[in-house]
């Protein structure tokens, strides 16, 4: 569902862009540059996800914005084989997403990340089970639809709210839990123009 979405609104993006006569052609233009970054939040199954990414990007045209980013999580899960067990991963990344903005104070985002992982696990009480820490790495591809403040042709400072899912669910992916099951992830942050003015020029 979450792959329609994304490919209508690249269509609309498109379609919008062929409509746009404000839109400035030729080279790059520093005042396309942006930065930011997000927070996200999931709480899903006995699963807390935690983490933030800044990323610093570029506005190909008035609707579709591309960047690069680094990504930190911290996810727990508990009750992963036991009652009381508890799984803990930290994560660390690179990845790179594009938005498509169909209107200005909607957008479509299709996020690649490359994760670094260590996982530790933590027996219950009288477990079986043993205590284990691992690293591994993994890919994951993020897609989901959110609400922008407002992204302006001549002004791109806006604070947005997404929801994604990882549609690989990846066995080690920190956007599943332990029965590969996706969650959602609730991501929230700020994206800042640089070498740009307030208003329309």
């Not at 790059?28 to 709480?43: D, H, P, Q, R, W």
């Not at 205590?131 to 400072?157: C, P, Q, W």
Request: aromatic share 16%.
């Amino acid at each position: 569902m979450l792959s329609v979405i994304f490919f209508s609104c690249v269509f609309i993006g498109k379609a919008q862009d062929e409509d746009d006569r404000e839109e400035s052609t030729g080279g790059f233009k520093k005042e396309n540059l942006f930065t930011g970054g997000n927070v996200n939040a999931s709480f899903f199954n006995g699963t807390t996800a935690l983490g933030v990414t800044p990323y610093f990007g570029y506005s190909i045209t008035n609707w579709l914005d591309a960047a690069v980013s680094l990504n930190f999580n911290y996810i727990s899960q508990r009750d992963v084989y036991t009652y009381g067990d508890k799984e803990r991963q930290t994560i660390v990344g690179p990845g790179a997403f594009v938005r498509v903005f169909p209107v200005k104070f909607l957008f479509a985002q299709a996020q690649f990340e490359h994760n670094f992982l260590t996982q530790k696990y933590i027996q219950a009480p009288n477990s079986s089970y043993t205590r284990d820490k691992f690293t591994t790495d993994v890919n994951s591809l993020l897609l989901g639809i959110g609400y922008a403040s407002g992204r302006e042709a001549y002004n791109k400072s806006y604070y947005y709210i997404s929801l994604s899912f990882d549609v690989l669910k990846l066995a080690n992916s920190p956007y599943v839990d332990n029965l590969q099951r996706g969650i959602p992830i609730i991501n929230a942050g700020f994206n800042i123009a640089l070498f740009q003015g307030g208003g329309r020029r």
